[in-house]
């Protein structure tokens, strides 16, 4: 069984860009979760996502904004590049109603130059 | 005060020895608690779940829930140096994928 997928691993993009970052969940999950890891504060949520809905949302700018589609793959966007914004982006998958068996992905690592 | 506190380490530690990783949390509303281990430049990898207080025990790990406390804890027995990682807990008062992380525990197992 597949784990949970995101695309790409490593990014380098320059500040004022913005970044798409996608997560394909494991198959049969329909809840997703982001986020943010960084040395200084640890893991750090940003959003969730189930059935294409926003359940709950971090404290993060509105800069930071995602999506779910009907298959359950998710997006996040982050737009106006900060320096403060380079971190490990994880992707997280459950089934929602299994007690809360959380699974993350590998993460895309965003450098900002 | 934050809602979970974590020792940092960094943790060293002979091969073979019992390894004891701990958190502490203030907000009772939370009732899920996770353990999770994470290699360099890896994702974390879910270890152990438990919901009640008491003992949960897979291979060589046990974690363990103490609600009155505020207080969870993870034994690693017979450590090995592949169990070199950063531990990390976690918590949620369930029913969403809000989790909040402790800061996370740098382990390492010497051979």
């Known amino acids: 069984k597949a784990g949970v997928t995101q695309t790409p691993r490593y990014l380098i993009k320059t500040r004022g860009q913005q970044v798409t970052l996608s997560c394909s969940p494991i198959?049969?999950?329909?809840?997703v979760s982001w986020y943010q890891q960084t040395p200084g504060q640890g893991l750090q949520f940003l959003f969730e996502?189930?059935?294409?809905?926003?359940?709950n949302k971090g404290n993060f700018p509105g800069r930071f904004s995602g999506r779910q589609f009907s298959n359950s793959r998710s997006e996040m966007n982050v737009s106006t590049l900060e320096l403060g914004d380079s971190a490990l982006y994880l992707c997280?998958?459950?089934?929602?109603?299994?007690?809360?068996?959380?699974?993350f992905g590998e993460g895309s690592w965003l450098t900002v130059v | 005060q934050k809602e979970v506190e974590q020792d940092p380490g960094p943790l060293s530690v002979p091969e073979g020895a019992i390894v004891s990783l701990n958190c502490t949390y203030s907000?009772?509303?939370?009732?899920?608690f996770m353990w999770y281990r994470q290699y360099s430049r890896k994702g974390p990898e879910l270890l152990m779940y438990t919901y009640s207080s008491g003992n949960k025990e897979d291979g060589r790990f046990t974690a363990q829930v103490d609600k009155s406390s505020k207080y969870i804890s993870l034994f690693i027995r017979d450590s090995q140096p592949s169990d070199s990682a950063t531990y990390l807990c976690?918590?949620?008062?369930?029913?969403?994928?809000?989790?909040?992380f402790g800061k996370g525990t740098k382990l390492t197992v010497n051979p």
């Open positions: 976690a918590m949620t008062p369930g029913g969403s994928e809000k989790l909040v």
């Open positions: 997280a998958s459950s089934l929602l109603d299994s007690g809360n068996t959380i699974y």
């Open positions: 907000n009772s509303a939370f009732q899920y």
């Open positions: 198959s049969g999950h329909r809840s």
């Open positions: 996502y189930f059935s294409e809905t926003q359940r």
